[in-house]
């Protein structure tokens, strides 16, 4: 067996459930950015655990060969399933993973029943916007660090956020002579430029049978078009199997607005014995 992927399984105390959400992030972050909704849906939701996971390049998901696309992605996500010996009964991907979750769909894997895409256009999109923007910066300081706080401070200098370069520095290992990054920035920008040319409409023109695709739009966000929206819109009133849920909030939902994504999850997904 390959290489699996990194990841945590939470479940609410006591419990013992069947049903798996697989947890999918963004590009540069980690499955431990969703681990307060996942909790708090395991809780509302005892028939259900969470599986967070690091796709790979990212986390502790890291050695991964190429090529290093979203199909990749996926085929990830298939052996993990595997390697923990039970289906992925829903998943939810943000943003990268949002793509990675309807190339998943696109497999048609065993047992899945919904997925929930958060924030993610199906379409090609530029090679542009913040995440390449913050992958530009970040080629250009040095690849050690004193502390955590230095390299804060230089993304800071270059114009990032204070939110987002904290969260950036969680992407820092401690050595002996300081701290560097666990990342690989040539493969990344191999996944960010698949990423923007993955075309995933087939994966929503095409939902199987006692699947369920839900999309959820950030009010303030403007990651989906105005296009993929009436697309979306089309495609719900045909097939009856695709939902557009917008909600208040940024593109980081999941800290924005976490009790929408909470609302929305232990209110729509599937009952499992």
């Not at 040539?186 to 695709?213: I, K, N, T, Y």
């Amino acid at each position: 067996m390959g290489r699996v992927l990194s990841h945590t399984l939470v479940v609410a105390p006591g419990t013992q459930p069947r049903a798996r959400l697989f947890v999918l992030h963004g590009v540069f972050g980690a499955g431990r950015n969703w681990a307060t909704v996942a909790r708090r849906v395991t809780e509302a939701r005892r028939d259900w655990g969470a599986v967070l996971v690091d796709l790979r390049l990212h986390g502790a998901s890291q050695g991964f060969a190429p090529p290093h696309t979203v199909a990749a992605c996926a085929d990830d996500l298939v052996a993990l399933a595997g390697a923990i010996d039970g289906s992925a009964h829903a998943v939810l991907g943000h943003s990268l993973g949002g793509k990675v979750a309807l190339a998943y769909l696109a497999a048609r894997p065993p047992g899945l029943r919904q997925v929930w895409v958060v924030d993610a256009d199906p379409s090609p999109v530029e090679p542009r916007g913040d995440a390449w923007d913050l992958l530009r910066i970040i080629r250009a300081l040095p690849l050690e660090f004193h502390s955590r706080d230095d390299l804060v401070a230089g993304l800071g200098r270059a114009g990032v956020d204070r939110r987002t370069a904290e969260w950036m520095a969680t992407n820092l290992d401690h050595t002996q002579t300081g701290y560097r990054w666990r990342l690989d920035f040539f493969a990344l920008e191999q996944l960010l430029a698949d990423f923007s040319r993955a075309d995933l409409w087939h994966s929503v023109e095409q939902v199987p049978p006692g699947v369920e695709l839900h999309f959820v739009k950030a009010a303030r966000s403007h990651v989906i078009s105005e296009r993929s929206l009436g697309r979306l819109g089309d495609i719900a009133g045909a097939t009856g199997r695709v939902v557009v849920h917008e909600v208040e909030g940024g593109h980081w939902l999941n800290a924005d607005n976490p009790d929408a994504i909470v609302a929305l999850l232990g209110g729509r997904l599937p009952e499992c014995a």
